[in-house]
């Protein structure tokens, strides 16, 4: 299988904002940039997250956004931070985003469980509607 991966000058503020804007991807960005090339496995190992399917969100998010790089390699996928693309469209983003997230004391094993218990959903981006009020939920 061959990922579609937009070129530098089709990267766009908007996604690579929104896909950071998420905090297990921001956390395997983090892991990401310790440098090298990982297989998704050492990605989720490292992250302390079990739901495959659900990262698999994760990475077509950050792949499609400009963040990331996909390839196949034999039966696994080899995923590389595209930090001298992020950096020569928009300088300092990526560490303005990932010192954020230091900042914040989030830790990649902090990030939130995918099983639930987030008001954001795991697999998509908008938060869950919140019952209003004289709601019974």
Same mark, same amino acid.
């Given at each position: 299988?061959?990922?579609?991966?937009?070129?530098?000058?089709?990267?766009?503020?908007?996604?690579?904002? +929104?896909?950071?804007?998420?905090?297990?991807?921001?956390?395997?960005?983090?892991?990401?940039?310790?440098?090298?090339?990982?297989?998704?496995?050492?990605?989720?190992?490292?992250?302390?997250?079990? @739901?495959?399917?659900?990262?698999?969100?994760?990475?077509?998010?950050?792949?499609? +956004?400009?963040?990331?790089?996909?390839?196949?390699?034999?039966?696994?996928?080899?995923?590389?931070? $595209? $930090?001298?693309?992020?950096?020569?469209?928009?300088?300092?983003?990526?560490?303005?985003?990932?010192?954020? @997230?230091?900042?914040?004391?989030?830790?990649?094993?902090?990030?939130?469980?995918?099983?639930?218990?987030?008001?954001? +959903?795991?697999?998509?981006?908008?938060?869950?509607?919140?019952?209003?009020?004289?709601?019974? $939920?």
């Amino acid at each position: 299988m061959r990922y579609r991966h937009p070129d530098r000058d089709q990267i766009r503020i908007d996604g690579v904002l +929104s896909a950071l804007g998420h905090p297990v991807r921001l956390a395997a960005v983090r892991v990401l940039d310790q440098g090298g090339r990982r297989n998704c496995g050492s990605v989720l190992e490292a992250l302390g997250v079990a @739901a495959k399917s659900t990262m698999t969100h994760h990475w077509r998010v950050l792949r499609e +956004s400009g963040v990331i790089r996909q390839e196949p390699s034999g039966r696994e996928n080899l995923l590389t931070l $595209r $930090r001298d693309d992020l950096d020569a469209r928009y300088p300092g983003l990526l560490d303005a985003a990932l010192a954020g @997230a230091r900042t914040d004391g989030a830790e990649p094993s902090d990030a939130p469980s995918t099983s639930g218990g987030d008001a954001r +959903s795991t697999t998509g981006d908008r938060p869950r509607p919140q019952a209003g009020p004289g709601s019974t $939920r």
